[in-house]
């Protein structure tokens, strides 16, 4: 009996020992934010995290309620010159085109066969949403995840010669990890479509598909030709996640307010004034694109050039001073861009 | 250096006896059925948390895609003589009527008003989609959860006079329960209404707001007198979720095929059908009403009287049997069926 007690006390100072060297260790080492340049942006997201998960703190937040939304295109990844999506559905008419050989000759169709640019550029949003409704439609939900998933496997991005999964910020996919790592769920929050960004959302943020909320068509549920139950996309849209949809999707798909919400255009404003006016603490921040050499700049916020991929206004930032948003600069606040980097 | 290794050596000997000692004990104690009858449908449940979540099983599935979906009214909670929601949608309109007098002499809200239950027992569907859209809309969603939470603090079920909430089935707790410590993320598929479900979800089933499928109204964003975001909810119909609406709302706000479903009546067919036609292991399940003494004996299935409130046919039962699906006598599978009882 004696023994076993002093072997017990020797192992327990032991082990507490070990575990005080290893957190304080860890406690030195650890910046979760390592991409991040000291300063507001870095220091906002920090004290965020600390202040709604320090049980000591009163404003702690129960983990429960620890819901952080980020739009997707231009705040976790390149959005210009166009988005991925666009891309996608230039690239998908051919294959279209050799099911349904007819609409060949049929506009918007014909000039996108054609591959020239300049006549492409000019095509109108009914003509874009014709293209879309066409090539992301009329398919079961497991064709298009298919299709959506080879394309990415294939297509590069021509400036930086890469694959479109690998264009994402570094100190975006670092603080998706911090907040996680903390206990927070983390929701894509997207004016994309649902389904096209649940293709890749796990692989390349971590992002299960039940989190992603986007602008939807419905689905309709029947059976296949040997009777088996499957689920069509159909061409209606039912969700339209953009400006005051964000908000409203977010309500519908999670049901909660988020704590924290992310975005970097006119398009995020209703979410980031919905995140923002909850009880407690919240963060809501912007993007400002102003690093033309590691990415691109645009607003026109801040004497930027002007965007239609991605707008950022003066008035959005002037917003974000007054409401207390923080503006993320990618050239002052961001140590690396890319992984590749 | 001596002395620690043999130390080392002497703990982790004491470490796994103890180990082995707690782990055959928790073999040996815990059925995380106990409210079961031994027989096929426990066994069925059995089977399938041990073959996807064995990692030596060839059944397999990893924890990113255990979804398990369920019906609420008559799978999880009582649903006669009239669903819960019925009884709150005619509860609200005296308080209505207060708000807005000139419905006081409008039908259908007056023959609401009268009490009169036989009048009530006649008023149509378009009747009640009415009163439906009176109550549950032109809210905010904060403003309807909080009248929600009040209805339930208070209100009776007339047969065992107990709160509503305290009408779930405990075998079904017990299997939310054992598919979560499976690593199982347990969602409710309900006709009933989205928002009215999620102010007791989290209380009543330990099951999250994201994690509540429904028929939806949609909402509005706006600003309230002093400028603060918020969002109403809108009397228009977005998800109809019965029928085909099951798994057409599953893949709209969980973007994944379940591994396992359950429910009760022909509203739940799609969504059975939907979940077993699956690869590798999938579990389709239906509550059977056949226990009139301790609940309700209702079908028409097997004889049992018919009823408009989770209707449960013969050929649903035929169904069922063709294609796998395992059924659920809560008379004989279910040793208790409330936690009160």
Not at 12 to 17: F, T
Not at 125 to 134: G, H, K, R, S
Request: avoid cysteine; glycine fraction near 8%.
């Amino acid at each position: 009996m004696k023994f076993v007690f002093s072997i017990s006390v020797l192992v327990r100072a032991l082990l507490l020992s070990a575990l005080f060297a290893l957190s304080t260790h860890a406690q030195a080492q650890t910046d979760p934010l390592p991409s991040w340049n000291a300063g507001q942006a870095k220091q906002a997201i920090v004290n965020f995290v600390h202040d709604t998960t320090d049980q000591a703190s009163p404003k702690f937040v129960p983990p429960a309620e620890r819901v952080a939304t980020f739009d997707q295109d231009g705040t976790l990844w390149v959005e210009q010159p166009v988005y991925a999506q666009v891309r996608y559905i230039l690239d998908r008419v051919p294959a279209l085109v050799k099911v349904k050989p007819e609409l060949a000759t049929v506009e918007p169709f014909k000039t996108v066969l054609s591959g020239n640019g300049a006549a492409i550029a000019t095509l109108t949003t009914p003509d874009f949403e014709t293209l879309a409704m066409a090539t992301l439609t009329g398919l079961s939900v497991e064709q298009f995840s298919a299709q959506v998933k080879a394309w990415l496997a294939t297509s590069r991005d021509p400036r930086w010669d890469q694959p479109y999964t690998a264009l994402t910020y570094l100190p975006m996919q670092e603080v998706l990890d911090f907040l996680r790592t903390s206990g927070y769920k983390t929701y894509i929050v997207t004016g994309g479509g649902q389904d096209f960004v649940r293709a890749y959302a796990q692989a390349v943020y971590g992002i299960p598909p039940e989190q992603v909320v986007g602008s939807a068509v419905g689905t309709t549920f029947g059976y296949d030709e040997d009777g088996k139950p499957l689920l069509t996309k159909s061409p209606k849209l039912l969700l339209n996640d953009n400006n005051a949809g964000k908000p409203e999707g977010i309500h519908l798909m999670i049901g909660q307010r988020p704590r924290m919400a992310v975005g970097n255009s006119i398009g995020d404003r209703q979410m980031l004034e919905y995140t923002k006016a909850g009880d407690g603490v919240r963060l809501s921040m912007l993007v400002l694109h102003d690093d033309a050499k590691r990415e691109y700049a645009y607003g026109p916020a801040q004497g930027l050039p002007a965007s239609n991929v991605g707008t950022f206004t003066q008035a959005l930032y002037e917003q974000a001073d007054k409401q207390g948003w923080t503006v993320i600069s990618m050239k002052n606040d961001w140590k690396k861009v890319f992984a590749f980097d």
